[in-house]
Structures are given as C-alpha cells and as structure tokens.
C-alpha cells in the first residue's frame, strides 16, 4: 500500500498545484496554438545563462583528469565552499569561511538538510505567508509542523504575529527575500527587529530559534532595492540558497549551506548538514556545476527585462482593474481576486483558464484571496494577454 501521508499529501486540494497548472498549459498550447494561451504558472527563468557560465561549462567538460568524475567530501569540493564562503562573505559583510559552508543540491536540497539538522519530532518551523508551498513538504519530511503566521497587508512581516507564535516548540524561523509568490523583500528594520525579537524570547527560553534565510532571489532586485543582511544582526542565522534563479541554471540543481561563524553551534551544525546530505541519498552535489559556479558564481547579469515585464504586466493589471502588490524583486505577481469572487481564488484562476490564461491560486501559497502570476515568460505572452484578462474581470 500507499503511505498514508503521501496519499493524504496527493489528495489535498494544493498538491502540485502550479504543475498541474504548467501541465495543462502544455495541452491548451496544442489545441489553441502558443501564442492565443497565455501561461504563467510556473517559475522557470527564461533568460539565457551569461556568457561566463557557458565557457566555465565548456571549459569544464573539456577536462579529461583522472578522477575528474569521482566523489569529492560530502560538503563539496574545497575550491567551491572557498569560492561560496567569498560570496556570502561580501551580501552579508562579514568574514565567512569554507568551513561554515556545505554544497547542496539546490536549495530545496539545502532546506533539507537544514531541516534533518535541525528539528525534532513535533518541532515548529514559523513562516510567514504567504510562503513558497514546498516548504510544509520540507519541514513535514523531518518530523517537524509548519506554523504559518499573517504577514502586513504589504506582505512585510508582522512581528506581533511572530512573537504569538513563537514557544518552547520553536526551532526556527523561515523567511524568503525576495518572497515567492508576492516579491516583497523585508527591510533590514524589519530584520533586526526580527532578530531582537528572537533574542529577546531565547532569553527566556532553553533554546534560540534559528533563522533561515531561503535566498535564491537575492541578486533579482527592482527600484534600488537590496536584500537586507542577517548575519551581523543575528547569530543563529543560516543561508540557503541556488543559482536556479540568478543564473537561469534551473534544471542543474545546484545550491549551498552557509551557517554563520558567529553561531555558538555552527561547527556541529555544519557536521549535521554534511551527514544530512549524505544520509539523504543527496550524498553530494553535482561534481560537474559545483566546478562550474566555483568558476562563474560572479557573473555579470542583465535583470532589466523582467523589471519591463513587471512593469509591463502591473499595467495589464491596472488596465484589467485589478489589484496587486507590487514587486521588489523575483519575477511574480501576487494579485488580488476580484471582490464579486468573496477571495475563492481557486474558482478565480479556473475561470480565468476559460480565456486561456493559466496562473497559480493563492491558497497554494497560503494567501488565500490572491493569485500568483509568474512574469519570466515570453513578452509577448504578457502584451497579448492584456484583452484576455480584460475580459475575464468584467465576466462572470
């Protein structure tokens, strides 16, 4: 038989909601041709890879050394934590060293691992939502239970929401800036009043809740605005994150750990992190792009076209009369249902796929109310959807 949670999991009403979605845009693309369906479900980064990726990729595959393929340490190759502690080093302003830096598969498998690291049975993760809807899978996977709390009307974060939720059960907090689905990125104010804030409950508590940093967006920002960092404000603090996003290397899976040095556990949260990828079955990312990104992790990247598709789509959105919170980095936009629908955002998006438009429901996302629009698509999707989305407010 099934396991009861994966069948419980395949059943709920959000259960790979945005595939489903991608998957029955593939089938509308057939029957009404690309360019009269209008598809944005789905995340994937649909700028090229600049030009330093593709020649460290040539020139990596060209290598023919002994062993070139074999394992490495289960935390990745040296030259690679070297070249990621640098990174980390320079967003968050202090000295970060290899040491304090576990190569993952991707962020999802960092998230992983920091989750078997670090929680016990009936341990809670606290997320603000709405939130990126692999994370009850993530914290579920190892024992612990999501607790979601209401951000601001502008999606920052509500500290007096967090402070309600935060008890002996706590291990850690999880954010993510830029935010998936709504784009917000939360202020360093609103960092180091968070970081007060959980200094302020570890006083009087056995333990001090970490605070995970899901950052894959980071470097995709709008209108001057910049990801605030964690680590000289906070020691507890851990970075998970990818080049899926930053260097539209998706498919390659390839992401990293950072623990700030300044932790009382970091070391044994390291060694936690490094088992945990083994024990997982990960055993170790990706011998070929660890290699890669050890040599092109700087790359200069062009975000101005999905800031025009952003702003192209707010004015479709504008046009169509709906509502929006406007982004500050990634490339979605989380969109407000129209008051006739009384916030049902699934039956929204089923009656938007009447006129061909396919996007994310914000229940998926915790945000109930909202749907997701994911803009890193062709703009001519975008420019063509506006009559589209027009129609599909003003009928019902």
């Known amino acids: 038989m099934i396991a009861a949670k994966i069948k419980e999991t395949l059943e709920s009403p959000s259960a790979g909601v945005i595939r489903k979605m991608f ?5 509308l693309k057939k029957k009404y041709g690309e360019d009269n369906v209008f598809d944005f479900s789905i995340g ?8 330093e990726v593709l020649d460290a990729i040539k020139k990596v595959a060209e290598d023919q050394s002994h062993m070139c393929h074999g394992y490495m340490p289960n935390a990745g190759y040296l030259e690679t934590r070297n070249q990621m502690a640098r990174k980390t080093s320079q967003e968050q302003g202090l000295d970060v060293k290899a040491e304090n830096v576990v190569i993952t598969v ?23 939502c709405p939130y990126f809807t692999e994370y009850d899978n993530y914290i579920h996977n190892h024992g612990g239970e999501i607790k979601r709390v209401k951000t601001k009307e502008d999606c920052s974060l509500d500290l007096e929401e967090i402070k309600n939720a935060l008890n002996e ?15 917000k990125i939360y202020s360093e104010e609103e960092i180091k009043n968070l970081s007060d804030l959980l200094y302020e409950f570890g006083k009087n508590n056995s333990r001090l809740p970490y605070l995970i940093l899901d950052e894959p967006y980071r470097a ?5 605005k910049k990801v605030a960092p964690a680590f000289k404000h906070y020691e507890n603090a851990v970075v998970v994150t990818s080049f899926a996003k930053n260097l539209s290397v998706p498919g390659e899976r390839i992401g990293y750990i950072a623990v700030n040095p300044a932790s009382k556990d970091a070391s044994v949260f390291i060694a936690g992190a490094i088992l945990a990828n083994r024990i997982l079955g990960f055993v170790n990312a990706p011998a070929f792009f660890q290699k890669v990104i050890a040599a092109s992790w700087d790359a200069k990247c062009d975000y101005s076209l999905y800031e025009k598709r952003r702003n192209e789509i707010m004015e479709i959105m504008d046009y169509a009369g709906l509502k929006y919170i406007r ?17 049902d955002d699934l039956a929204f998006t089923n ?19 909202y749907f997701r629009i994911s803009y890193c698509v062709a ?4 420019l063509n959807s506006k009559e589209a989305f027009y129609k599909a407010v003003h009928t019902k």
């Open 106 to 128: 991707g962020a999802a498998g960092a998230l992983n691992c920091v989750m078997k690291t670090l929680l016990n049975p009936g341990d809670e993760v606290i997320v603000p």
């Open 169 to 183: 059960k706590t291990a850690a907090i999880l954010i993510n800036s830029p935010n998936n689905p709504s784009g």
């Open 351 to 369: 009656h938007l796929k009447k006129f061909n438009i396919l996007c994310a429901p914000g229940s998926g996302f915790g945000g109930k109310g």
């Open 44 to 51: 994937n980064p649909d700028l090229d890879p600049p030009k």
């Open 327 to 343: 982004p500050e980095g990634a490339f979605y936009l989380f969109v407000k249902v129209p008051d006739e629908w009384n916030g």
């Open 23 to 27: 998957e029955e845009g593939a089938v």
């Open 379 to 382: 703009e001519k999707t975008i």
């Open 220 to 224: 995709i920002t709008y209108d001057g």
